[in-house]
Nanobody
Framework: VQLQASGGGLVQAGGSLRLSCAAS????????MGWYRQAPGKQRELVAL???????NYAYSVKGRFTISRDNAKNTVYLQMNSLKPEDTAVYYC????????????WGQGTLVTVSS
């Protein structure tokens, strides 16, 4: 099983980016999917989660600006990021709890988001 993230880049403050992360392999089902981020010198933190049923949870710092969604048919999770701030600069990692016989956590390779002031 692999998670392939894409969509990072350089954007000015106030701009938008959309991250995508597709899971591939011999997948039976995917439970929760989410995005985490790690800024330089800081610990990795949760950004947003979405369950298989579509329930969402967001970090307080991104509520109202970021939207997580998923396409179950494509095994893909998205993160729409609007009104970006310099403090959103980080490497963003996708995560999914995937059932392949037994369930386990899988991580994508990370995609860099840089927000300039």
């Amino acid at each position: 099983v692999q998670l392939q993230a894409s969509g990072g880049g350089l954007v000015q403050a106030g701009g938008s980016l959309r991250l995508s992360c597709a899971a591939s392999g011999r997948i039976l089902s995917i439970n929760r999917m989410g995005w985490y981020r790690q800024a330089p010198g800081k610990q990795r933190e949760l950004v947003a989660l979405i369950t298989s049923g579509g329930s969402t949870n967001y970090a307080y710092s991104v509520k109202g600006r970021f939207t997580i969604s998923r396409d179950n048919a494509k095994n893909t999770v998205y993160l729409q990021m609007n009104s970006l701030k310099p403090e959103d600069t980080a490497v963003y990692y996708c995560n999914a709890y995937i059932i392949v016989g037994i369930g386990d956590d899988y991580w994508g390779q990370g995609t860099l988001v840089t927000v300039s002031s």
